[in-house]
């Protein structure tokens, strides 16, 4: 008969044999950290004219909230002058944050949320409530999104 001892080694060994290592398939990796400065000059000026206005994507409860002059802005402005004025760095800094979490978890970069959702269906896009934004692929606001989700992007 089996000891104390002995069954628990017995047990342990049947149970380590049922145990295998889960291996994950290894997924391109985007960029460690998406550039700020070109986040600024080709895909916030995107965001803002597209993106920014208060019904869609000026709600607190949109994944993508965009701040934008003569739109959306973090403190509601006292007059004309102050909706109109540029964008304050803590705007900024909102508006980079909202648009760089959608810069992880997909597969590749193509896949990205950002890209696929105003791309219109007849190229791989998603149903975007307001409509698509892109024209295709080629349209120089994909180029430009892209690119920075790549971490090959530049300022103009």
């Known amino acids: 008969m089996f000891g104390a001892r002995s069954a628990w080694l017995f047990y342990a060994a049947i149970g380590c044999s049922a145990c295998s ?10 960029p460690s950290q998406l550039d700020e400065a070109v986040f600024a000059c080709s895909v916030e000026p995107i965001l803002a004219r597209q993106c920014s206005y208060s019904a869609c994507h000026g709600q607190a409860s949109s994944p993508l909230r965009v701040y934008s002059p003569g739109k959306l802005r973090q403190t509601p402005p006292g ?27 997909q597969a590749t970069v193509d896949d990205n949320f950002l890209l696929k959702k105003p791309l219109p269906s007849t190229f791989g896009g998603f149903e975007h409530t307001g409509g698509a934004i892109f024209s295709g692929t080629d349209d120089p606001q994909y180029v430009a999104i892209r690119a920075w989700l790549a971490g090959t992007g530049s300022c103009p």
């Open 79 to 105: 007059d004309i002058d102050a909706s109109a004025a540029p964008l304050t760095q803590a705007e900024h800094d909102a508006n980079f944050a909202a648009a760089s979490g959608f810069g992880v978890g």
């Open 21 to 30: 290592v889960e291996q994950n398939a290894t997924i391109a990796q985007p």
